[in-house]
């Protein structure tokens, strides 16, 4: 509605310093610290601070090609671990002890010096261990939300989940091999033991434990081209959209708790779509419960997409767990940032437009949880001027212009090797 | 390279291929499409010296506002890709018409003075398993030698290729072509083709 409307609310803070000296492929915010990792072509990945914006350590020698990925084994305390994923097969596993950097990397006036910093702290991250198992260029890691778990994937058509079964020592528990091309990305839910994968193929696919053997519990078939990059929904996220105290909107509320979080993901289609849960009570009504009652699987359905903007491939997507605005970026170097609204009157339109013959029972679903539109609240043109975009996150705002604890700041990695820091200021709309 | 897929070939001969006829005022950036360019590649993304930021930020800068007068044509695409050789037989694949004049389209993208490069090619034969490498060796050229605001497209003429769809999709995945550039012996056989472009 506004869409015409839209003020640049995005804008540049910093730049990481210094960049990669290549294309730079992602950057991983910590989960409590005020660091980001970025892994590049260059084989390295650099530590950053986000309170003064320069690199605090780096981790290179461990992989012989393109650090594609890396992420953040949470819940630690004192400790912090990061999975590495590279184009050479093999995912590595780095160690260091936080107690002897909290002081630098909370204090602000420890900036600027460079080089000195940088030779000393290369020695901080231990190597722990290296995961083989891949046959060619391993393109995603993630840790499940509890750290018990990691999923890597591949090009090599699966995804390895892994557990950690002790000091510096993981098992491969499962090896999914459904997808019949290139997996690109991994993610876990939140909260639930549950994987979704996306591929080459197009599809997304979910996975869970049953009885000991890590099965496919649903394929999320509606991309036309690759599933670049998934993101899901913080715990209660939705919360914080607007609202009216109306009877739909508590229906509404209702309704998402019982789904559960949504899962976003955008393509080279140049499509985002958000996925939904039906809620699982619905086939205890049905006379067939007792059968189905041993079946894992899920039913997903599209709930939404948002506004197209990107002209070329959207190359990633985040999913802020605090404000539950959604940002992307891709191929034609812009960033945008989305947000759900809630909408009285969506709820009839919805009902119109997929009007098929279907049950009742299905019918009512998409007509409570219908109720919300998407609407871009930022965006901004060549953000790394004519480069391409590879990753954008949101993270916590740690730097002298913070406003508040809760501020986020959107961070984007870029073709030209540098990470660039941006700040989204959340002028309340005039209603 | 066992067995050659394709040994009889249509070959044209090298004055039926386009050329900028004859424009004096042009005749240098022509001749010499890359010496244009290396200039205006401010792109660290493929560069792995160490120096290279500190040296080429400042060229980069002042390089950025002479491009913007003076626009690549499609011709300058072709020129830059048609003297890449076939990687079964000693021939431009401009002379084998496998990239051709016509099948190159620029279009420009967004607000942000970004362009898109499309190339079209026509494989020699319809299940020439090479389609991916010669496409391959084209994408690299033109992204080496362009400035980054260029986006490549390279595809596979529709009709000309019984699996055009495959090699196209293969084609236009960035991380697939990252990852092929970090394989030596490919890049070994790439460079061989590109040898022939000056």
Known sequence: MANGTVQPRLH??????????????????????????????????????????????????????????????????????LATASFDSSVGIWRRDDTAHDAKETDFTTGGQGDNAEEEEDEEWRFALVLDGHDSEVKGVSWSAGGNFLATCSRDKSVWIWEEVGDD????????????????????????????????????????????????????????????????????????????????????????????PRLASCSDDLHIKIWRRNPREKQKQNPLSIIRSGSIEEEWVIEAELPQRHDRTIYAISWSASTGMIVSAGSDGQIIVYREKWQEDTLMTNNDTDGGPSTSVDEDASKDIAGTTWHVVGEITGAHGPFEINHVAWAKRADRGKTSDQEEVIISTGDDGSVKVWSFSAISESP | MESIQNANPTIRAASDLPTRRRKASFSTAASDPLGIFTQAIPSPSYNFDPFSSSSTSPISSDSDSEEGTEPIDTQEIYDLISTISDPEHPLSLGSLAVVNLPDIYIRPLGAQDLQVVTVEITPTITHCSLATLIGLGIRVRLERCLPPRFRVDVRVKEGTHSTAEQVTKQLGDKERVAAAMENQQLMGVLKKMLETCQ
Not at chain 1, 53 to 76: D, Y
Not at chain 1, 222 to 240: C, F, I, M, R
């Open chain 1, 12 to 81: 540049p803070i910093a730049d990481l310093n210094p960049p990669a000296s290549s294309r730079a492929w992602l950057s991983a915010p910590h989960p409590n610290l005020p660091i980001v990792a970025t892994c590049a072509s260059d084989k390295t990945i650099r530590i950053y601070s986000l309170s003064n914006f320069t690199q605090v350590s780096s981790i290179s020698g461990g992989h012989k090609r393109s650090v594609r990925s890396c992420a953040w084994k949470p819940n630690l305390k004192g400790e912090s671990s």
């Open chain 1, 169 to 260: 020592d993981f098992e491969t528990i499962a090896v999914l091999q459904e997808h019949t091309a290139d997996v690109k990305c991994v993610a876990w839910h939140p909260e639930e033991e549950m994987l979704a994968s996306g591929s080459y193929d197009n599809d997304i696919r979910l996975w869970k434990e049953d009885a000991d053997d890590w099965t496919c519990i649903g394929v999320l078939s509606d991309h036309s081209n690759t599933v670049w990059s998934l993101a899901w929904e913080g715990l209660e996220s939705y919360k914080h959209i607007d609202s009216f105290t109306s009877p739909d909107h508590t229906a509404w509320l209702q309704r998402r708790q019982q789904s559960g």
